[in-house]
């Protein structure tokens, strides 16, 4: 999946989106068509799909288990999350700023973060009392909406400051936002 993310990536860059096939794809890495649908199902989601999605399931598990959700969310997202895009800056970098910069892709990612929503959503519940299971959505919005401005702003500046900053500081912005007059 990584390595056709990265020709894929790449020829989207050359050509634009729209330019490219799946079939064109298939060619340049050495597979069907229908292997790289049954992987990725749609042409969009070869460039959205993070492989870092499973490593940020198992932190926020366990920081679920010691912080209050929107600090594991926080935790989670700046440790795993920055610390992987860091690692491959270049490559995150430019599949970010392509994903920002044209339209059906911003579109689809969009709608990734609300099927997200309802994923962390039942995540949270299972971790949150009774009373408390409501805001589960709320927190889960809120904290996808802080980690898309966080990476809105880290993918604009070019990097110029690490991932995890702009992660403190939207979630900051949440922490208080109670207190802004």
């Not at 049954?38 to 010691?66: G, Y």
């Not at 491959?88 to 579109?107: G, N």
């Not at 966080?150 to 109670?178: C, S, Y």
């Amino acid at each position: 999946m990584r390595t056709t993310q990265r020709a894929a990536l790449a020829m989207f860059i050359e050509r634009g989106f729209d330019k490219v096939t799946v079939g064109e794809i298939a060619d340049e890495v050495d597979m069907a068509a229908s292997t790289i649908y049954r992987h990725f199902s749609t042409k969009e989601a070869i460039v959205i799909w993070d492989e870092h999605d499973s490593a940020i399931d198992t932190a926020l598990a366990a920081a679920l288990k010691v912080l209050a959700p929107l600090e594991a969310l926080r935790s989670a997202f700046a440790n795993e999350l920055s610390t992987r895009y860091d690692a491959d800056l270049d490559f995150q970098l430019k599949r970010i700023q392509y994903i920002y910069a044209t339209e059906q892709l911003h579109a689809a990612a969009l709608e990734a973060d609300l099927r997200n929503r309802g994923d962390l959503t039942q995540a949270l519940e299972h971790f949150l009392s009774k009373p408390n299971r409501p805001a589960a959505t709320v927190i889960a919005g809120a904290a996808l909406l802080a980690l898309d401005v966080a990476i809105d702003r880290w993918q604009t500046e070019n990097a110029k400051r690490p991932l995890a900053v702009h992660i403190a500081e939207t979630f900051d912005h949440l922490k208080h936002l109670g207190t802004l007059t």
